[in-house]
């Protein structure tokens, strides 16, 4: 079955089909560190559609070997790389896993992000793009305050977190995840589909598509692979990065 032709798209193929302009899209693929094998049949799979993946890396997940991979990427045009926390650890606690979150004061935040960006500028150099992913999506305004002082530029999380409203930090936000549930069960072919429509058949904003690689098992690369078909060939999709996407004009 073909990626364009895969009938589990056609809602997503239809949304496509009844836009008046181009959709942004964006694929945010969160965790590089983990699972490296995985990521590496990621990344495969978007490169053999020209899909530019943006990978949020974790620091402390890094090794020289998976350091030289995303280089090779990186600088083959295959993906764009940006830092995601320290160490991917949970200091809440109590309630949603956190790591930037209310329990981390001002200099301890200030210390992991600081610390962080050093080990990614020593094994990635100057290919780390000035974007900041939090864990789980998750971080607070001190952490805002703290990732401007610092010299970045874009937060992306979820599209669901309240804007920080700041000038100094553009979000891009990701709309769909592709491990959402509804009512604790995961979403099937279908839902995911419908809920990608959903944020095609929107305004203008740019559709952010989140992927965790570690835990896409074969089916799901096949299903992302039909997807990325689908979205590389469609006249109505213009995939982006998301640095290219706050470089863009307002309306362009």
């Avoid at 990427?73 to 926390?85: F, P």
């Avoid at 069960?185 to 992927?211: N, Q």
């Avoid at 965790?212 to 078909?229: E, G, P, R, S």
């Amino acid at each position: 079955m073909s990626g364009t032709g895969a009938s589990w798209l056609d809602p997503v193929r239809a949304a496509l089909d009844s836009r008046a302009a181009p959709a942004p899209v964006f694929v945010r693929d969160d965790d590089a560190g983990w699972g490296h094998g995985r990521l590496a049949a990621l990344v495969a799979t978007a490169a053999r559609h020209g899909v530019v993946v943006d990978l949020a890396v974790i620091p402390d997940a890094l090794d020289d070997g998976v350091a030289a991979d995303l280089v090779r990427w990186a600088e083959g045009g295959h993906v764009r790389l940006h830092q995601h926390g320290r160490s991917h650890t949970n200091h809440q606690a109590e309630g949603r896993k956190c790591e930037f979150g209310s329990e981390r004061a001002r200099h301890e935040q200030h210390l992991d992000l600081a610390q962080g960006a050093e080990r990614l500028a020593r094994f990635l150099g100057p290919l780390v793009d000035p974007v900041f992913t939090p864990p789980w999506n998750r971080c607070t305004a001190v952490t805002a305050d703290v990732l401007a002082g610092l010299g970045w530029r874009v937060l992306s999380r979820d599209h669901t977190a309240e804007p920080f409203g700041r000038a100094d930090l553009a979000e891009i936000p990701v709309t769909f995840d592709w491990f959402g549930r509804s009512g604790g069960c995961p979403w099937g072919p279908t839902e995911r589909a419908e809920r990608i429509a959903s944020c095609l058949a929107g305004d203008d904003d740019p559709t952010g598509i989140m992927l965790h690689h570690a835990v896409t098992d074969d089916d799901d690369l096949a299903a992302i692979d039909q997807l990325f078909a689908l979205l590389a060939a469609h006249p109505a999709v213009v995939t982006m990065s998301i640095p290219e996407l706050v470089a863009a004009p307002a309306g362009g």
